[in-house]
């Protein structure tokens, strides 16, 4: 199985624009759809973006998703970022195996 | 409203066994392949098993492989988790999880807590 691995940790001002990496380690990163999960301290995580760049329900369009084929990675991007989107973040995708394959997550500081 | 509520967490000795249940509603349960994720405290998340929506189907992680059995209810609206053979590094927070169309997330439970220690 491949590995997906992103930043340990990322920060910026509230505000400004942040962008999370999940690098995929063999294989194409279009290979299978590619999902990112908030976080909050104490709570179950929730879907941010799903199939590389969709929003569910009710997820805020500062919350944006995209591949590159180039870098083999996944972006997850927020705009106009608010201290209450300081969380854990994480992405997540399938092995052909059908065994699901998280990254080791990303701890963002909106300071 | 969609809700999952994972019960039989608790305290147990390495070498013991546990249950796990997961009690779907607000979905059409034979819908949707079912999955349980777990979490190491202060670590991130770690796929530990899934069943299709007959529960002819199920997958594992390496790490759990030949101790850990899925199963499901349909009538019953419930996914279970048997844990045996439990070891330290079992010890987290386990999540039961709705799969969505192409394989995400879309609704999480808010956990139960499996301590695995002498």
């Known amino acids: 199985n491949f590995m997906l691995t992103q930043p340990h940790s990322v920060s910026e001002s509230p505000g400004k624009t942040i962008t999370i990496s999940c690098t995929r380690s063999?294989?194409?990163?279009?290979?299978?759809?590619v999902h990112w999960y908030q976080q909050r301290p104490g709570s179950a995580p929730t879907a941010v973006i799903y199939e590389h760049s969709k929003l569910p329900s009710g997820v805020p369009d500062r919350f944006s998703g995209s591949i590159d084929t180039s870098s083999n990675s996944a972006s997850l991007t927020i705009s106009g970022l608010k201290t209450e989107d300081e969380a854990d973040y994480y992405c997540?995708?399938?092995?052909?195996?059908?065994?699901?394959?998280f990254g080791g997550g990303t701890k963002l500081t909106v300071l | 409203e969609v809700q999952l509520v994972e019960s039989g967490g608790g305290l147990v000795k390495p070498g013991g066994s546990l249950r796990l249940s997961c009690v779907a509603s607000?979905?059409?349960?034979?819908?949707?392949?079912m999955h349980w994720v777990r979490q190491a405290p202060g670590k991130g998340l770690e796929w530990v098993s899934s069943a299709s929506i007959f529960g002819t189907y199920t997958y594992y992680a390496d790490s759990v492989k030949g101790r850990f059995t899925i199963s499901r209810d349909n009538a019953k609206n419930s996914v279970y988790l048997q844990m045996n053979g439990l070891r330290d590094e079992d010890t987290a927070v386990y999540f039961c999880a709705r799969a969505i169309g192409t394989g995400w997330f879309g609704s999480w439970g808010q956990g139960t807590l499996v301590n695995v220690s002498s």
């Open positions: 063999s294989g194409s990163i279009a290979a299978n759809f």
């Open positions: 997540q995708s399938y092995a052909v195996t059908n065994t699901v394959i």
């Open positions: 607000g979905f059409t349960f034979t819908s949707h392949s």
